[in-house]
């Protein structure tokens, strides 16, 4: 008989029962009666109940056992009986009776509990991360993550393309994020960067003559934490493809996305589905319009609307003015609110300036009479043009907000999925996916008053250089597009601008001269010179996804071991102070920096 188990926690059914068999575990629950003690026995696998008697060989060892202690257990299987049976464990049908136990290592007491679904403080669990990930939940998320990576993998190479790792260390390159800076010992001064993504290298694969390269790639920004964004390091589906168009990618692409959501989206018994093919295509300017971001949940139904000109000189002045001085007005329904109390309305306005917004105006309706401020002001006939312009039945509510059009969007798009969760209009058993596309190529900076680029300088424009050479740069949209799934954006991407004449000029309009592209991106440009292909690709983030598929609202319980807020990793003690030898090798100093003084 093997040393430590014959079977798994989770394998033994009714047609071993008699057999004698040896298993390995750790003590999940124990239930002390007296003369008689039970054991859940938990693996990797599952859960076995071990029972003995106060008669048995192994009752002294047993009794005596702590919770998470690891022992190993020889014993014969028995029916449980009809009673006794647990129909919500797979191995509930029976149990062993040990004769032997062996203790392969003892467990203190413990600082957080493994059985059970209470909640712990982050620092806790994030402190004693090794016990955390015993437990039944983030154990089968880290389980999903494993199998949805392997689905990935086969899935793109199903779709013909070929596994590369590119470089982690690497130089520094202005990618939007700060770098993480690794110094080097041989060349004092120096200092290599953590990638923040693989975007050159793979670019440079597809000069290099490959075709359709992919990796699950590990990215480092020093960057903030928050719920679907880990600080340090993530995982992401990089890929990229020579001589394709934008169709091509999303052709490539959409079938391994759907795929994995839809063979994981009954994980644990979820039975969601996954939206068809192909997935929505929204132009950037009318998903900001229509959602108020560029990354919309279309599980929320409701819509927003413009109505500015509804309100141009008109009775309710506050809006006229703000409209006649270049602000806008938007609408988002509240479907069915009729019976809904006054504070329902009021609570969203103070939610509003919560969100550091002036507020949110609104309109009650019931029985197609409008109430409220603004009904009041602008009539039960403007009333009524703006509801039938949303669509709008006898007892739906509206919200307004009103601003700059950048203002107005954001608040009519938090409001929007504020309102949808409050009236429970959001369908959590959807996987709703969709592509924003035609994104602007240029924007007009307020701070620097300039024109910068607005989302990716690599991106070709839609017209190439006759686009830039003779169109206002702020009506230039570019072949980049961002991947959505229920409102998290897992990736952006685009068709890459591989002639260096265009390059230049895309630059040079955002202010930056050919020096300047010569030097901050020598090693691109300069492929570039010896023939470079069309090429696309983008980057799926694999926690996000596996985030979603998990059903977790913080990309944390996804994660084996992530740091916390403030990127420290509380198990390992990481960041860490150097040692005077570490930096000698480096030639560093390091500077003290004086404490904040408390604020008086």
């Not at 983030?138 to 470089?167: D, K, W, Y």
Request: hydrophobic share 40%; with cysteine.
């Amino acid at each position: 008989m093997h040393a430590y188990r014959t079977h798994s926690c989770a394998e033994l059914r009714p047609d071993h029962v008699g057999q004698t068999v040896r298993v390995s575990g750790w003590v999940h629950k124990k239930r002390d009666h007296g003369d008689l003690v039970f054991i859940d026995l938990r693996d990797h696998y599952g859960i076995t109940q071990i029972v003995t008697d106060v008669s048995g060989p192994a009752f002294g060892v047993i009794e005596r056992l702590k919770n998470e202690s690891v022992v190993t257990i020889t014993g014969v299987v028995t029916a449980r009986d009809a009673e006794a049976i647990n129909p919500n464990l797979p191995t509930g049908a029976i149990e062993i009776r040990a004769t032997e136990a062996v203790i392969q290592s003892h467990a203190q007491e413990l600082p957080m509990p493994v059985a059970g679904d209470a909640e712990y403080p982050e620092d806790i669990r994030l402190r004693y991360r090794f016990l955390d990930l015993r437990r039944e939940r983030l154990h089968a998320n880290i389980m999903l993550r494993s199998h949805v990576i392997s689905s990935l993998r086969q899935r793109m190479i199903g779709q013909g393309f070929t596994e590369f790792q590119t470089p982690i260390l690497t130089a520094s390159s202005p990618e939007g994020a700060r770098d993480y800076l690794v110094p080097s010992r041989v060349h004092p001064g120096k200092f290599y960067a953590l990638p923040q993504a693989p975007q050159m290298f793979k670019q440079l694969l597809m000069v290099a003559g490959f075709d359709r390269y992919f990796q699950i790639a590990p990215c480092f920004r020093d960057e903030d934490a928050r719920a679907d964004r880990s600080p340090g390091e993530f995982y992401q589906l990089d890929f990229e493809m020579s001589f394709v168009t934008q169709d091509d990618v999303f052709a490539a692409i959409e079938p391994v996305l759907h795929g994995v959501f839809e063979e994981f989206a009954d994980w644990q018994g979820k039975g969601r589905t996954v939206s068809a093919l192909p997935f929505a295509r929204i132009p950037y300017r009318e998903s900001m319009l229509k959602y108020g971001n560029d990354k919309p949940d279309l599980r929320n139904p409701l819509l927003i609307t413009d109505v500015s000109d509804h309100f141009r000189g008109s009775g309710f002045g506050r809006f006229a003015s703000m409209v006649d001085s270049g602000s806008v007005v938007r609408a988002i329904p509240a479907p069915n609110t009729a019976e809904k109390s006054r504070k329902f309305f009021d609570d969203m306005n103070s939610w509003a300036q919560s969100e550091g917004f002036p507020g949110l105006g609104y309109a009650t309706q019931k029985q197609g009479v409008f109430g409220g401020p603004i009904a009041n002001n602008h009539g039960q006939d403007g009333m009524r043009a703006i509801a039938d312009a949303l669509g709008l039945g006898p007892d739906d509510g509206i919200f307004f907000a009103a601003g700059s059009a950048a203002q107005a969007a954001k608040l009519a798009g938090l409001a929007r999925t504020r309102i949808g969760q409050e009236l429970g209009l959001i369908d959590e058993s959807r996987f709703e996916f969709c592509w924003i596309v035609d994104f602007p190529m240029f924007e007009y900076d307020e701070d620097a008053k300039k024109i910068d680029f607005s989302h990716n300088p690599f991106s070709m424009p839609q017209g190439e250089m006759a686009a830039l050479e003779s169109k206002d740069p702020l009506d230039i949209l570019a072949y980049q597009y961002d991947i959505v799934c229920n409102g998290i954006e897992l990736s952006s991407g685009a068709i890459r601008n591989h002639r260096p004449e265009i390059m230049y000029k895309a630059f040079e309009i955002a202010g930056y001269s050919q020096a300047d592209v010569d030097r901050d991106f020598a090693g691109m440009i300069n492929a570039f010179k010896f023939g470079a292909p069309p090429h696309g690709g983008s980057a799926p983030g694999v926690d996000r996804i596996v985030m979603l598929l998990a059903d977790e609202p913080n990309i944390r319980e996804v994660i084996t071991f992530p740091m916390n807020q403030k990127a420290e990793d509380l198990m390992m003690g990481a960041p860490n102070v150097a040692t005077a030898k570490q930096l000698r090798e480096l030639n560093i100093r390091t500077l003290e920096v004086a404490a904040p003084k408390p604020a008086v």
